[in-house]
């Protein structure tokens, strides 16, 4: 007899303030699905499901967690995620949708993806859905009044783990650039700006649309502080001239088409 799976269902859910959920995930909250969760371990709260909680919905009494530790221990990670995709499969085996809340954007620097295809190499025939929702530099933009991007200015979205060398590099390339889970490196960035002259153009923001929010333009302020870890940098380079590599193709392109 062929096993039946019910669909499994990313929801994203916004960085952090219940009203920015949108209607296709809040519909599927409600649905009956069974809802899963990540944590960073066992019966530690989610920030996920906080944001939920924190729009009204009761969690239900069956919701299961799923621990995602952080660490950059590679065999411990492999084995949570293997075992998080079993445990999902096993729940989508009985035939009910599965909803996986996430923070954020479901496609964006989150767990759902992998999660995701680990649990279709388990069970190739398993249907997925990702609800798209408000990313976190979105959010952070709208609140600080920074514009992302402009007519042909270009934007790049890193996580600042990538080094202050190729950040130093990418601020040369790019107008605007979003640099996300600074924390790690949250002093030395600061000094690349400051030698950048771009402390007062960038900005700072932290846990953006829940109740903790902080938004920090006085970035000089930060040196030494622990910050959490949902946190990111708005840096843009004024002194670049803006959109240079678009508007150059576009007037290349032109003057092929008037040749």
């Not at 859910?13 to 069974?34: F, H, K, M, N, Y």
């Not at 929702?133 to 890193?158: H, Q």
């Not at 002093?187 to 920090?216: H, N, Q």
Request: aromatic content about 6%; overall charge negative; some cysteine.
């Amino acid at each position: 007899m062929t096993k039946t799976y019910g669909k499994l269902i990313g929801a994203s859910l916004g960085p952090g303030d219940p009203e920015l959920i949108t209607r296709r995930s809040w519909a599927v909250l409600q649905s009956g699905a069974r809802w899963i969760y990540p944590v960073k371990k066992a019966e530690e709260i989610s920030y996920a499901l906080s944001i939920v909680e924190r729009g009204g919905l009761p969690v239900p009494a069956d919701a299961v967690e799923l621990v995602f530790p952080m660490t950059r221990d590679t065999e411990a990670l492999t084995k949570a995620w293997v075992r998080a995709a079993q445990q999902t499969v096993e729940l989508l085996a009985e035939g009910r949708d599965v909803v996986f809340l996430v923070e954020g954007d479901a496609s964006t620097f989150a767990t759902f993806g992998h999660l995701a295809r680990v649990a279709r190499e388990l069970a190739p025939e398993i249907e997925v859905e990702t609800i798209p929702g408000v990313s976190s530099f979105a959010a952070a933009a709208a609140t600080t009044g920074m514009p992302l991007a402009e007519e042909d200015e270009t934007l790049a979205i890193i996580p600042a783990a990538y080094g202050t060398g190729v950040i130093d590099h990418m601020l040369d390339e790019f107008d605007t650039l979003i640099l996300l889970k600074v924390k790690p490196l949250l002093d030395e960035v600061l000094e690349l700006l400051e030698r950048r002259d771009l402390l007062a153009t960038s900005c700072f923001i932290e846990k953006v649309g829940s109740p903790d929010e902080r938004v920090i333009r006085d970035l000089a302020s930060l040196k030494g502080e622990k910050v959490n870890y949902l946190s990111l940098l708005l840096v843009q380079n004024p002194k670049r001239q803006r959109g240079e590599l678009r508007r150059g193709c576009r007037q290349r392109k032109e003057a092929a088409v008037n040749a």
